[in-house]
């Protein structure tokens, strides 16, 4: 089976989207990526440059359970703040993979994220850096890119599912 990695800064409609499809398919299964974050009890901000280790290591997590589920039969759909820098990582451990980078404006996804009370990590600051590092890679992903502001889920699932037939998303290890 396919993974596919659904990314973008937060507020960007990532979990929607995943939860969203992984429910549509009678073998979805949806893995957030920041579960795995909370397993570490004395976890470093993952927006840190001192992250990076810490980082790397949780997306290896994240990752050989996608692959698990997906040898298994199971559709994988993987949310999370996945930036293309870990793209050669992820590749390496599940070489066949979509990619889709989901993107509002920044100022839509600074109201999304203040309304969370439950996410620490979505401070105004951290949104905007991640939101400036992501729009570097609109123009080189542009395939994988679904602007989803203004859209319903179903919206976005079926510009998901147009791209998707049409190929869009694949990453292959080269």
Do not use: C
Not at 13 to 21: D, E, P, Q
Not at 51 to 60: D, I, K, P
Not at 121 to 150: C, D, N, W
Request: aromatic share 8%; glycine share 6%; proline share 6%.
């Amino acid at each position: 089976m396919l993974l596919t990695l659904i990314s973008g800064t937060p507020g960007a409609g990532k979990t929607s989207l995943a939860r969203f499809l992984a429910s549509s398919d009678p073998n979805g299964v949806h893995i957030e990526s920041d579960i795995f974050f909370r397993f570490l009890a004395h976890r470093v901000d993952p927006s840190l440059p001192a992250a990076h280790g810490q980082n790397v290591t949780v997306v290896r997590a994240y990752v050989a359970a996608a692959v698990e589920y997906s040898a298994h039969g199971y559709s994988v759909y993987l949310d999370g703040v996945i930036g293309p820098w870990m793209l050669p990582l992820i590749v390496s451990m599940a070489p066949t993979i979509e990619y889709v980078l989901l993107h509002v404006p920044r100022d839509v996804a600074l109201a999304r994220t203040q309304e969370r009370a439950s996410q620490a990590s979505a401070k105004p600051e951290v949104v905007g850096r991640m939101h400036e590092q992501f729009s570097q890679f609109l123009i080189p992903y542009r395939k994988h890119v679904i602007q989803t502001h203004g859209k319903s889920v179903e919206e976005v699932a079926d510009e998901f599912r147009s791209g998707r037939t049409a190929g869009a998303y694949v990453l292959q290890d080269s």
